[in-house]
């Protein structure tokens, strides 16, 4: 997406560009979304806010869950996102701050070892997995 160029506010709904419409009809064919993005400088990345600022409706009421990943963790980004979520009036479920270092990773960019590097959210990810199956069930899924 450009960086955000649409002159009405989203929650009006009147977008004026291709790109834009393009993007609601993508949001608003999902029920439910699970958003994963790194940790930069203890927030979550500019691109991912542009993309969540174009639109309104698409989002509200839906049920939203994250995982967010770095060097050291992603808690400035979740505390960060989480806020976020909610001023969209998204129904927020549990996620996921994983630590992924130099490490977890072979010459190719590759996870060595999956167990060693999630494992222990493994748990977290079942709890996920069955907050958005019951949420899924309690919403329909037409667009507002
Ligand atoms: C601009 C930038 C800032 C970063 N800031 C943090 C940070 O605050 N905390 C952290 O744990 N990792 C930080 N990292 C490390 C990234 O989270 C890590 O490299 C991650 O794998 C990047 O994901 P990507 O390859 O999908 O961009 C930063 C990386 C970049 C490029």
Redesign the pocket.
């Known amino acids: 997406m450009p960086f955000l160029d649409e002159p009405f506010i989203a929650a009006l709904g009147d977008y004026q560009h291709e790109h834009t419409r393009a993007w609601s009809r993508t949001a608003q064919s999902y029920g439910g979304f699970l958003f994963v993005f790194?940790?930069?400088?203890?927030?979550y990345p500019a691109v991912l806010k542009n993309a969540l600022d174009y639109l309104y409706r698409e989002w509200r009421d839906k049920p939203a869950s994250f995982i967010t990943?770095?060097?050291?963790?992603?808690t400035?980004a979740a505390e960060q996102f989480t806020e976020v979520l909610h001023g969209l009036r998204m129904r927020v479920l549990d996620h996921v701050e994983a630590?992924?270092t130099g490490d977890d990773i072979d010459g190719h960019w590759q996870l060595k070892d999956l167990d060693a590097t999630f494992g222990s959210v493994v748990p977290t990810l079942a709890a996920i997995d069955s907050q958005m199956s019951q949420a899924l069930h309690d919403t329909p899924t037409t667009p507002r």
């Open positions: 790194p940790q930069y400088n203890w927030g990943y770095g060097t050291r963790g992603g400035k630590v992924i």
